[in-house]
């Protein structure tokens, strides 16, 4: 599916969320996804941390190829290694029942 595809068959409103707000479980499965994945490819990663204040979560009901996605979560992601810390953009697709199907990082 084409990138511009997929932006126009989201539906729903991007939310932003105040410090005090409650976020969606969603938010942290493709945190803890994303730092397995991150681990696995560079051992010297200790945690990651997204900036909940600057995130957009926007609802969706599309596909990629025959798999539904649900949900898109986008924003800045702090990768903590033992001397740098620098963000990274990232987004997360969720599909039916909260699966996370992809967690990608750029890279800085």
């Known amino acids: 599916m084409r990138y511009s595809s997929l932006v126009a068959t989201l539906t729903g409103v991007i939310m932003a969320f105040p410090a005090?707000?409650?976020v969606p479980p969603e938010v942290e499965a493709c945190r803890l996804s994303g730092l397995v994945a991150l681990k696995e490819r560079s051992p010297a990663i200790k945690d990651?941390?997204?900036d909940?204040?600057?995130l957009a979560i926007?609802?969706?009901?599309t596909k990629?190829?025959?798999t539904p996605v649900k949900?898109?979560?986008?924003?800045?992601a702090y990768l903590?290694?033992?001397?740098?810390d620098k963000p990274n953009r990232f987004v997360c697709l969720i599909g039916e029942k909260g699966k996370v199907l992809l967690t990608?990082?750029?890279e800085q």
């Open 20 to 22: 005090q707000a409650q």
């Open 48 to 50: 990651l941390t997204f």
């Open 52 to 54: 909940i204040d600057g």
């Open 58 to 61: 926007s609802k969706a009901d």
């Open 64 to 66: 990629v190829e025959d």
């Open 71 to 76: 949900m898109v979560i986008m924003g800045d």
């Open 80 to 84: 903590q290694r033992e001397k740098t």
């Open 104 to 106: 990608f990082f750029t």
